[in-house]
T-cell receptor, first 113, second 114 residues
């Protein structure tokens, strides 16, 4: 089955700096890669996603890049703000067959004001 | 419609008791997923439904776990004879098919087995 590894497990940055979180996946048939933000006591919230026919996607301060050959994808947050502090999860899924998301183990991001 | 709704938000139960959780998905969504999340880990897939049909179950879903979605709308997840290892956050998500759309998660039910 799919296995998703996520690094780093914790990340501390100064407000205004950039943050990068990296994930690798094992199933070459995976073609959908979402990123979720989870705040304490809440469910995961989708912040950006990318499909395998696209190499990069941006939404304001957030961007995701995908390298299908190397089977890794990354989340980039620029101009970080204290409200970006949360746990971030990457995930991977096929569009055929098994539909469930396989999640990474999470990155706790702390933005220091 | 305000999103995926889960009830209760918190449940404390004694070991050996049965518990049932409810999930109300986004109204037009025909796919419904259950995940379990333990502290410091990402969510792990348990099972999913398309309409009322349960299409896949993870090996994490032991015989003590059962899920239903009788009318293709809300779903229930029951755990029988709870064990301390069942303590976790149980998350429900929904999505719309055909056409692969993103999955939206509820706030979860936190279960504590004492």
């Amino acid at each position: 089955g799919e296995n998703v590894e996520q690094h780093p497990s914790t990340l501390s940055v100064q407000e205004g700096d950039s943050a990068v979180i990296k994930c690798t996946y094992s199933d070459s048939a995976s073609n959908y890669f979402p990123w979720y933000k989870q705040e304490l006591g809440k469910g995961p919230q989708l912040i950006i996603d990318i499909r395998s026919n696209v190499g990069e996607k941006k939404d304001q301060r957030i961007a995701v890049t995908l390298n299908k050959t190397a089977k890794h994808f990354s989340l980039h947050i620029t101009e970080t703000q204290p409200e970006d502090s949360a746990v971030y999860f990457c995930a991977a899924r096929r569009d055929t067959g098994r539909r469930a998301l396989t999640f990474g183990s999470g990155t706790r991001l702390q933005v220091q004001p | 419609d305000t999103g995926v709704s889960q009830d209760p938000r918190h449940k404390i139960t004694k070991r050996g008791q049965n518990v049932t959780f409810r999930c109300d998905p986004i109204s037009e969504h025909n796919r419904l997923y259950w995940y379990r999340q333990t502290l410091g880990q990402g969510p792990e897939f348990l099972t999913y439904f398309q309409n009322e049909a349960q299409l896949e179950k993870s090996r994490l879903l032991s015989d003590r776990f059962s899920a239903e979605r009788p009318k293709g709308s809300f779903s229930t997840l029951e755990i029988q004879r709870t064990e301390q290892g069942d303590s976790a956050m149980y998350l429900c998500a929904s999505s719309l098919a055909p056409g692969e759309t993103e999955a939206f998660f509820g706030q979860g039910t936190r279960l504590t087995v004492v």
